[in-house]
């Protein structure tokens, strides 16, 4: 006879953990965590390496959020480490922090401009732009062509495979601009780390008897084996509809890991190369954690067309896609969806924890 669930659900990541965790635990719910990778923790899982180095193996993860109750939730589950992220820009062979503040554009121009100066400054260079309309207007009516030139252009080509105006204006508005010296790469109340890892978070969220958790099993292949009330799906949209209304773009990303004979490699965690090189950034996890180690492992982020979804596409012809999928998944009165592949939405990490939080009031007042 066939297993039987309350809930099955699909993905590992934040959004089904959060999700399966309050089902279990407030509801006294049984359910079935399918995940199509040997893991759990979505894109957020950190490891071990070769060298014993924690890294995190799909690019660098930081957890921030403004929300007080995202960040109470996941503080039962883990410790956090308290780390602030710094990120610098290679730009015309100087490192610079990104996002531009008072430091940047003084170094890059040579100047000494304090707060007012720079403010007048970039008055003088930003481009009048009436309504936003995309990427490319976020940053040019905010610091001018030769700022956007330098930090944005080249890096969103390659990050996203097409120039900042085809993409929507959500994209770049996520770097704010500072006039002072704060070189926060997130400026929100709460961020860091879990002192031991991403991966211990996971395993504590999903230490539940009322919790049963297939690896390396995508769910179109249990689906028939299982008995089960409700569907909660966090892969991607179009792959739960086999594509009946066209395949929908995610950009993907290669990451090669080197680890090398040197107690650090660089300055900060992360630095950004928009104008140099086929990859985005290097990324050097040591300084999340500040392991001890007298060896350190650097990981390079090389964007690609095609692999695992990591980023769906806010640009407006695949939101009109998006929009035939939505309609199909409100028909379905006993599925689901929530994540950033299933909503298509760009989301943090704090996001997908809110937005799981938010499904499991839904379901427990309609109980
Ligand atoms: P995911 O983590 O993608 O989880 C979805 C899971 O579903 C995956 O494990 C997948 O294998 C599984 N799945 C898919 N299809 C199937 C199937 N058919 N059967 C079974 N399982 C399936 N956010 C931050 O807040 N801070 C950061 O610093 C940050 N950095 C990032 C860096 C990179 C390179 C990327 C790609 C993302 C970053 N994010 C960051 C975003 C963060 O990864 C997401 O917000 C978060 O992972 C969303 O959780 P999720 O559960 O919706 O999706
Ligand atoms: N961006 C850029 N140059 C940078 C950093 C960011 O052009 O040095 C742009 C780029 O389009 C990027 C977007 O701003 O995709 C958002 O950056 P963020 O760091 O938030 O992206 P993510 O963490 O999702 O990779």
């Not at 610079?96 to 403010?119: A, C, M, S, Y």
């Not at 309504?131 to 207007?137: H, L, M, T, V």
Request: hydrophobic residues 35%; charged residues 25%.
């Amino acid at each position: 006879m066939a297993a039987q669930y309350d809930y099955l659900v699909v993905g590992a990541g934040f959004a089904g953990s959060v999700i399966s965790e309050r089902l279990a635990s407030e509801l006294n719910k049984k359910v079935m965590l399918v995940e199509r990778r040997p893991h759990v923790g979505g894109n957020s899982y950190d490891c071990y390496d070769d060298a014993g180095i924690l890294v995190h193996k799909y690019g660098a993860h930081i957890f921030h959020t403004n929300h007080d109750d995202v960040w109470q939730y996941v503080n039962r589950f883990a410790q956090w480490n308290g780390y602030v992220h710094r990120v610098l820009a290679y730009v015309d062979g100087l490192k610079l922090p990104i996002p531009i503040n008072l430091t940047t554009v003084n170094t890059l121009l040579r100047k000494n401009f304090d707060e007012q100066g720079i403010r007048d400054y970039l008055a003088s260079v930003r481009v009048n732009i009436g309504e936003i309309k995309n990427s490319r207007d976020v940053v040019l009516s905010q610091v001018g062509e030769f700022f956007y030139e330098k930090f944005f252009k080249n890096y969103t080509y390659k990050q996203w495979g097409v120039y900042p105006e085809a993409l929507s204006p959500e994209v770049t508005k996520r770097i704010p601009l500072r006039f002072n010296t704060d070189d926060r790469y997130f400026g929100d109340k709460y961020e860091g780390l879990p002192v031991d890892g991403f991966f211990k978070l996971f395993d504590r969220m999903l230490d539940h008897k009322n919790i049963t958790i297939a690896l390396n099993t995508d769910y179109k292949k249990i689906i028939n084996d299982v008995k089960f009330d409700y569907l909660i799906y966090t892969g991607p949209i179009d792959y739960f509809f086999d594509n009946m209304h066209g395949e929908l773009p995610y950009r993907s990303q290669r990451f090669e890991f080197e680890t090398l004979d040197v107690e650090y490699y660089q300055e900060v965690a992360v630095v950004n190369y928009p104008n140099d090189h086929l990859f985005t950034k290097i990324t050097e996890s040591k300084h999340f954690t500040k392991q001890r180690h007298p060896r350190t492992t650097i990981v390079r982020e090389f964007p690609e067309a095609t692999g695992e979804p990591y980023y769906p596409v806010p640009m407006e012809s695949a939101a009109a896609i998006y929009a035939k999928y939505k309609g199909e998944a409100d028909k379905l009165k006993t599925v689901y969806f929530a994540g950033r592949l299933a909503e298509y939405k760009y989301y943090n990490m704090d996001q997908a924890v809110k937005r799981s939080l938010e499904l499991f009031q839904t379901i427990a007042a309609s109980k």
